[in-house]
């Protein structure tokens, strides 16, 4: 694909994931979106050739941009509850940059879990795309687990693959109640996750 091409690929992209922010997925139309990008009508379609299309391909591009890096290996570099917490942080603070840096100036504010629950409502094959984050998300805790074990610092009887979905639940429930108030911050998000992972660990 040509840098032209993949550059009015990801303005499509943006453009849409901005609007339906904005909007809501069912309130967008497909004229909203042509006018929006600049683009006719044909060359919309020839990206994207449903609103459904175009969906999926956002929340591809957020699944790229929200999956765990796989260049770290968590099980040798988390060896206490601080690197635990530390390595948990710095992630998370790396996806939102990502996420920043693809919307630029044009982020705005949002509810970003009601335009997922009105997404997957809207098309099933969501529902395995979040599926699939979920798992991998609990994988990469269930490392972060295997890591204190491998240097002792997991009490014994712990099973690392039963912690990294109590914690993964948790991590996820806190994180929506977050979502759900205003004017929340990004150092918000990070000291709620701290002080979450913290209160899990003093409970096993």
């Not at 530390?86 to 998370?92: H, N």
């Not at 099973?159 to 639940?169: E, F, I, N, Q, S």
Request: aromatic residues 12%.
């Amino acid at each position: 694909m040509s840098k032209i091409a993949t550059d009015t690929r990801t303005n499509i992209l943006k453009t849409a994931l901005l609007l339906f922010l904005e909007k809501g997925y069912k309130d967008v139309s497909y004229q909203d979106l042509v006018k929006k990008t600049g683009l006719s009508k044909g060359a919309m379609y020839h990206y994207f050739a449903s609103k459904e299309e175009l969906l999926n391909a956002v929340f591809d591009l957020f699944s790229q941009s929200s999956s765990q890096p796989t260049s770290i290996a968590p099980e040798d570099l988390v060896k206490d509850y601080a690197s635990f917490k530390k390595l948990y942080a710095d992630i998370k603070i790396g996806q939102l940059n990502d996420f920043k840096a693809f919307l630029g100036a044009d982020l705005v504010t949002f509810n970003w879990v009601l335009f997922c629950l009105e997404a997957v409502a809207a098309n099933e094959k969501l529902r395995i795309t979040i599926g699939e984050l979920a798992k991998l998300e609990m994988k990469f805790i269930e490392k972060c687990f295997l890591g204190l074990e491998k240097h002792g610092n997991l009490p014994k009887g712990k099973d690392p693959v039963l912690l990294a979905g109590c914690l993964y639940y948790q991590l996820e429930g806190a994180g929506l109640v977050m979502f759900l108030m205003e004017n929340q911050k990004d150092e918000d998000f990070i000291a709620l996750y701290d002080k979450t992972i913290d209160d899990f660990f003093k409970i096993i």
